[in-house]
């Protein structure tokens, strides 16, 4: 990889799809400019909470983390919030919404981790709602990889 090309993984166009196991894009999952070592730091400073942690208001009655995530604010009656279920869901939205990886950027409400004992991304809005299981720990490995590749030739 060459120093120009190590730099524009620091900041440029990313997009991130999901594939069949043929090799098939079957979902754009992001597709934008952004700065891509804030996102790799983020991925990497959260991928045990991603690998290991399931959702803390359960699973139950939810197809994915991002239904479960919209059900409960949807839910929410603020005259009588459990503050602390509240606080823990949004310690766990930090570290796996993607959007958290990104600040100030307008991403989708898309999640990644465990959920059901497999591991999915996830969304959840008015208009549609997905969730497709995937191979996170291999994302992770290669987001981690690129990152390691652009730090050291951009120094």
């Known amino acids: 990889m060459s120093k120009g090309e190590a730099k524009a993984l620091l900041f440029g166009h990313l997009r991130i799809s999901v594939y069949s196991d043929s090799a098939t894009e079957i979902r754009s999952v992001i597709e934008m400019q952004l700065a891509y070592r804030e996102l ?4 990497r400073n959260n991928r045990s909470a991603i690998l290991n942690e399931t959702i803390p208001i359960g699973e139950s009655g939810s ?10 604010y949807h839910q929410l009656n603020p005259e ?3 503050v602390e279920l509240s606080e823990r869901l949004y ?3 930090v570290s796996h919404g993607i959007r958290f990886g990104q600040r100030g950027t307008d991403i ?9 004992g497999v591991y999915e991304v996830s969304f959840c809005g008015e208009s ?9 720990p291999k994302f992770l490995e290669e987001a981690n990889r690129l990152f390691e590749e652009s730090r050291y030739l951009v120094s």
Do not use: C, H, M, Q
Request: proline share 3%.
């Open 40 to 43: 790799a730091t983020w991925l």
């Open 63 to 72: 197809s994915s983390i991002a239904e479960a995530v919209a059900r409960f």
């Open 80 to 82: 009588n919030e459990n």
């Open 91 to 93: 310690t766990y939205r």
């Open 108 to 116: 989708p409400d898309v999640y990644i981790g465990l959920f059901g």
């Open 128 to 136: 549609e709602k997905w969730r497709y299981e995937v191979n996170l």
